[in-house]
């Protein structure tokens, strides 16, 4: 575990972030930063609590999953669970579009 897992994430973290609008972009550039890690860890938990309550309208389940992806840039933990699950979402959604292009006439 360690580097390896932190440069995974990493990468991923930059192709989403790369197909992003820049203004959102600019913003998870910020939050990605070493030095916001005192705003990326309370609105890791924050967004996980949230989640929760994901029966109400605005909170919801889409939290959950960025909560835990905020909180895998500082807690080495979550880095390779999280990794794994973002390679895998990549496979399914790229399999997905395939699929979804191949029905078009």
Known sequence: MGDKDQQRLDRHLDGFQDKLPERVAGWLSWLRRPASRAVRIPAGF??????VFGFLPILGLWML???ILLLAIDVPLLQRPT???L???RL???K???RSAQKRP
């Open 83 to 85: 990794g794994r699950v």
């Open 87 to 89: 390679v895998r979402g």
């Open 65 to 67: 999953p960025l909560g």
């Open 46 to 51: 924050l967004l996980i609590a949230g989640g």
């Open 96 to 98: 997905w579009r395939r």
């Open 92 to 94: 399914l959604w790229s």
